[in-house]
Each structure stands twice: as structure tokens, then as C-alpha cells.
């Protein structure tokens, strides 16, 4: 395994699959992961030598004393299944390296090959023309057709050709280079809301994943989530369309004024 990594447990493990994320548009996977790992309360595995993938560009100034660089945290934790189906082995990567990205996603499957996992799961958003009222549907690509073949016992949406951009993409290009099986599920992501934070594709990807991965999580806290990002969305488009209409439009005693202008 890679000197870049340091373990903190060798927990014997069964069956581990693993789940990798990185922050991404709407930043559906680390919500993803982040649930996944408060609600079924993780063990620390390990981390990522952080200072081979990044270079800090400045460092923080606290009383007027210099602190130390700072760089992303990329860590492991691990769960173990007391109901005796697989173990996890979770991935949070808190940003993606501007270079070595391919290092970094040899570097992280590494350590799950250690571990003897039998797939790795990603998650990333599918940016659609689905409008923010609507329930996301989630895509499902796999590494090889056979995998494709079981994503359908869980009616996951196929969207056929597309490119997942960034680490949750390249880790399955690279799982699939060593012959082990991947899926990446997609949530429908609003092409007009990239900017923000979706937690509703990310329940929907929750619940396509603990379904798949036969495990029960509380989902309550992020359904309440959705429910305020619905809103904030709202909002949000409604100050648009208000920009629109003000940009592109004048009163009518201003384009009279004009009119009376030109006729002069």
C-alpha cells in the first residue's frame, strides 16, 4: 500500500465495499457521505498524506500570529455490519487536488483493495431540466455491464451516454483499470442551481444506496434539509425572474417618455 497513507486500525473486515466522495456540484456526494457517516457512526481508519496532492496558497493569521499551512483533509473510516451483511469503508476527501487527481484515486482504492473490498460506490449530481419542485430520479452507471444488469433489480434511471467529471468520475475509471466492480449514482441536480447545496438529490441517492446496500439509516434530519433547500431554491428563483423582469423590461411611463422623444 501506498507510503502517502497512514492507518490508525486494521480492523478485519467482511465483505467491505467502499464509498468515496469528493465535493462536487451541489455538493451531493460529501452530503452524501457526511450523513452516511454521522448516522452509522464511524470508526477513524486513516488519511491521505494531504501536502503531496495540495499546495496551500496562504496561510491564516490569528492574533497576528502566523498559523502553520493548512491543507484539505482526506480521510478513511470503516463500519462494521453487526446485522452481518457487508462493511464499509468511507472516503471523505474535503476538496480535489488541482493535479495528481489520478495519483490520488490509485491512492484511495489502494487502501480499499488492502481491505479486500468487493465494489466501490460514488455519487455525484446529473444535472437535468428537472425543476427543484420535483422528486430527482437517480442515475446508475456501473464499470461493466454486468454490474449494469443488477442496477436495474433497483430501478435505478439509466441515462445511457454522459461524463461524471472530477474524482467521483476518475476513481471508477480507475476501478474499473484493476478489474474491480464500480457504480456512481447520479441525483438529478437543476441545470439553473448548481451553486447550491442539494440536498435532495442526495436523500435520493441515500436511498437508492442504503436499498442496494441493504443497511437502515434515519433519514428524518435530511429529509427536513430538502425540505429548506425547496424553499431557499424558491426564493432564489423568484429573485431571478425578478431581475429578468427589471433588466429586461421598463414602465410604461418610461418607454411613453421615450416614444415622445423620437417623434420630436
Not at 437502515?216 to 431571478?240: F, N, S, T
Not at 429578468?244 to 411613453?256: A, L, R, S
Amino acid at each position: 500500500m501506498s507510503k502517502l497513507v497512514k492507518l490508525y486500525a486494521k480492523p478485519k473486515l467482511n465483505s467491505p465495499v467502499m464509498l468515496a466522495a469528493w465535493p462536487g456540484i451541489g455538493n451531493v456526494a460529501i452530503i452524501v457521505a457526511t450523513y452516511l457517516e454521522r448516522k452509522l457512526v464511524f470508526k477513524r481508519l486513516g488519511e491521505v498524506e494531504a501536502s503531496h496532492f495540495f499546495d496551500p496558497i496562504g496561510v491564516i493569521v490569528i492574533d497576528n500570529v502566523v498559523e502553520a499551512p493548512q491543507f484539505p483533509q482526506s480521510r478513511f473510516y470503516y463500519w462494521k455490519n453487526k446485522e452481518g451483511g457487508s462493511d464499509i469503508i468511507l472516503f471523505i476527501g474535503e476538496d480535489q487536488p488541482a493535479a495528481k487527481g489520478y495519483e490520488l484515486a490509485n491512492c484511495v482504492l489502494d487502501v480499499g483493495l488492502n481491505f479486500g473490498i468487493k465494489r466501490v460506490y460514488t455519487c455525484a449530481a446529473a444535472l437535468s431540466r428537472i425543476h427543484h419542485t420535483e422528486q430527482p430520479a437517480v442515475w446508475g452507471v456501473a464499470t461493466s455491464q454486468q454490474v449494469t444488469e443488477d442496477l436495474k433489480r433497483y430501478n435505478l434511471v439509466r441515462k445511457g451516454n454522459l461524463h461524471i467529471a472530477g474524482l467521483n468520475g476518475l476513481l471508477l475509471g480507475v476501478t474499473k483499470e484493476k478489474g474491480v466492480e464500480g457504480v456512481c449514482l447520479l441525483g438529478e441536480v437543476p441545470a439553473y442551481a448548481t451553486r447550491i447545496q442539494n440536498p435532495m438529490a442526495a436523500l435520493a441517492i441515500l436511498k437508492a444506496l442504503t436499498t442496494m446496500l441493504e443497511i437502515e439509516i434515519d433519514l428524518a434530519e435530511l429529509v427536513q434539509l430538502a425540505g429548506e433547500a425547496k424553499e431557499r431554491m424558491k426564493q432564489a428563483a423568484a429573485e431571478a425572474m425578478g431581475e429578468y423582469i427589471d433588466y429586461f423590461t421598463e414602465p410604461i411611463w418610461e418607454h411613453g417618455e421615450g416614444e415622445e422623444e423620437l417623434e420630436e
